[in-house]
């Protein structure tokens, strides 16, 4: 799983050329936010764990305004 966070701050490297740090996309990046938990959630979803994934996905959607359903499969780049 950290290889995959560590490949999701690639690529907001790649994509955004204001991205200055590894900081900063951390705590200032709403869609990386957005990924990560949606990582958790789906991970929830995988092992029928289907209430707690609904709840981090509802968390996510009000912390960063981005709805990614628990179920949804997101693919690597």
Do not use: N, Q
């Not at 957005?34 to 991970?43: D, G, N, S, T």
């Amino acid at each position: 799983m950290f290889e995959r966070i560590r490949e999701d701050i690639r690529v907001v490297f790649e994509r955004d050329p204001a991205a200055r740090s590894t900081l900063e996309i951390l705590f200032c990046y709403p869609g990386f936010h957005a990924i990560l938990l949606h990582r958790v959630a789906h991970w929830l979803w995988r092992h029928k764990v289907f209430f707690l994934a609904r709840l981090v996905s509802h968390i996510s959607r009000f912390l960063t305004g981005i709805e990614i359903h628990p179920g949804a499969k997101i693919g690597r780049r």
